[in-house]
């Protein structure tokens, strides 16, 4: 079965910390993976995508993720987070848009 | 300018009741989508229309009924609400079918509580 997974369930930083969030992929096929920011109490929003290609991927924000096939993973990084990156965090990816948990990132100021 | 605009933002109503809430994309987007999101965040996909046709339909149970009247529409009707029915709904669209190259884009989610 097709599956997305995220293994921080919540994480805390301060600011100017680096941030990695890991996410691992179990699907054949076409590889498509995203990673989506759901700010509080918004809609989610498409932090960068990975389709082919560079298996580093720079999205907006700051925000860069790496797609390594021999790990099934597609991990998110930013060198220093900020209060504003506050958030819930989505890794997703398959045919039908599978989402992972999410991630709560908290960072403090 | 909003690209993907659902309404109600909120919506409260007591169990046993029948409900509607609508999703509009400007985008030109062919596909739409339902997600529900649960109190732990979790976001599942119920249903996925492509040019008024439904191509995804998940393990949801019958008393949700999507309803396409135009690509640029889809409205999600709810009957005899219960208490596990509160969540977020998202609605969301992209270019194409599948996910498989085109990001989706998102509503700002209706909030539903069952009193």
């Known amino acids: 079965a097709q599956s997305v997974s995220q293994h921080n369930h919540h994480v805390i930083l301060s600011e100017a910390a680096s941030l990695e969030l890991g996410c691992n992929y179990s699907?054949?096929?076409?590889?498509?993976l995203f990673w989506y920011v759901q700010y509080p109490g918004q809609h989610l929003q498409l932090l960068l995508k990975?389709?082919?290609?560079?298996?580093l991927v720079k999205g907006i924000k700051g925000f860069e993720a790496e797609f390594i096939k021999s790990k099934f993973s597609f991990n998110l990084r930013k060198p220093s987070v900020q209060w504003s990156d506050t958030a819930e965090y989505f890794c997703a990816g398959g045919g039908k848009l599978i989402f992972g948990q999410g991630t709560e990132l908290s960072v403090k100021p | 300018d909003t690209a993907v605009s659902q309404t109600p933002k909120y919506l409260v109503t007591q169990m046993g009741n029948d409900k509607s809430i609508k999703c509009e994309q400007n985008?030109?987007?062919?596909?739409m989508y339902w997600y529900k999101q649960d109190s732990k965040k979790f976001l599942k996909i119920m249903f996925s229309y492509n040019n008024k046709e439904l191509i995804i339909n998940e393990t949801v149970p019958n008393r949700f009924s999507p309803k396409s009247p135009d690509k640029a529409h889809l409205n999600l009707h709810i009957n005899s609400l219960e208490l596990g029915d509160s969540a977020v709904y998202f609605c969301?669209?992209?270019?194409?079918?599948?996910?498989?190259?085109?990001?989706?884009?998102f509503g700002d989610g209706t909030r539903l509580s069952i009193l």
């Open positions: 985008l030109g987007h062919d596909t």
């Open positions: 990975y389709f082919s290609g560079d298996p």
């Open positions: 699907y054949g096929g076409t590889v498509n």
């Open positions: 969301a669209s992209s270019q194409s079918p599948g996910t498989a190259d085109q990001p989706q884009h």
